[in-house]
């Protein structure tokens, strides 16, 4: 049996000297570690509210944007408008009146709405012309107008359900897709050149 080494007291009082500066060395690594945990949350916080200041920022740039193109939209309209409702021709079709902003819905079968806002509408005693006006003009807008608003205003307004439609768009900007899709579909091309309304409809089609 081995037997057991018996210390001796300088050798005790080295080896708790040897254990007391250990554990120094690892009660300042744990204060470091602190310190750096403290500054990692520190900076945290510091980024988050950077972040918060980048949304807000973002927020308020979108939110500028989409008024521009509200209001460039709205001044659009107004001139479409009164260019029509000078002449209250489209497409050589004569019209009585030219109306602006109609909205209305009508309650479905599944409980939902169908809704229908219509910035241009003009009427006679047997046709209607309905010109949307967009900021910037895409494909699909075109496309949408042609096959299913027109759909959606004679199942919101019934009484004009067998009316001949004429359709036409207007915008501040036409991309050549979208030009080309009107014309193909028989859209009238709204376009404002300076304080001038330029229209093409030579094409138009019947709905």
Same mark, same amino acid.
């Given at each position: 049996?081995?037997?057991? $080494?018996?210390?001796?007291? &300088?050798?005790?009082?080295?080896?708790?000297?040897?254990?007391?500066?250990?554990?120094?060395?690892?009660?300042?690594?744990?204060?470091?570690?602190?310190?750096?945990?403290?500054?990692?949350? &520190? /900076?945290?916080?510091?980024?988050?509210?950077?972040?918060?200041?980048?949304?807000?920022?973002?927020?308020? *740039?979108?939110?500028? *944007?989409?008024?521009?193109?509200?209001? +460039?939209?709205?001044?659009?309209?107004?001139?479409?408008?009164? +260019?029509?409702?000078?002449? $209250?021709?489209?497409?050589?079709?004569?019209?009585?009146?030219?109306?602006?902003?109609?909205? +209305?819905?009508?309650?479905?079968?599944?409980?939902?709405?169908? =809704?229908?806002?219509? =910035?241009?509408?003009?009427?006679? #005693? =047997? +046709?209607?012309?309905?010109?949307?006006?967009?900021?910037?003009?895409?494909? $699909?807008?075109?496309?949408?107008?042609?096959?299913? /608003?027109?759909?959606?205003?004679?199942?919101?307004?019934?009484?004009?359900?067998?009316? #001949?439609?004429?359709?036409?768009?207007?915008?501040?900007?036409?991309?050549? /897709?979208? &030009?080309?899709?009107?014309? $193909?579909?028989?859209?009238?091309?709204?376009?404002?050149?300076?304080?001038?309304?330029?229209?093409?409809?030579?094409?138009?089609?019947?709905?």
């Amino acid at each position: 049996m081995e037997e057991k $080494k018996l210390w001796t007291f &300088e050798e005790f009082m080295a080896a708790m000297r040897e254990n007391g500066e250990k554990i120094t060395e690892i009660e300042k690594m744990q204060k470091e570690n602190a310190q750096e945990l403290a500054e990692m949350r &520190e /900076q945290q916080k510091e980024s988050a509210k950077k972040l918060d200041k980048l949304g807000e920022y973002v927020y308020a *740039v979108n939110t500028s *944007v989409e008024g521009m193109k509200k209001s +460039s939209g709205e001044v659009a309209e107004e001139y479409f408008f009164n +260019s029509l409702n000078e002449t $209250k021709t489209l497409g050589g079709v004569h019209f009585d009146f030219v109306e602006k902003n109609w909205k +209305s819905s009508i309650s479905l079968e599944n409980g939902k709405t169908l =809704d229908g806002e219509y =910035d241009i509408v003009l009427i006679n #005693k =047997d +046709s209607m012309g309905i010109v949307e006006v967009k900021f910037k003009v895409s494909r $699909k807008d075109v496309e949408n107008l042609a096959k299913k /608003q027109v759909e959606s205003f004679k199942r919101i307004f019934p009484n004009y359900a067998k009316y #001949k439609f004429y359709l036409g768009i207007g915008s501040m900007s036409f991309n050549k /897709q979208a &030009e080309d899709e009107a014309k $193909k579909l028989g859209v009238a091309i709204f376009k404002l050149n300076g304080d001038a309304v330029e229209i093409y409809d030579k094409n138009l089609k019947v709905y």
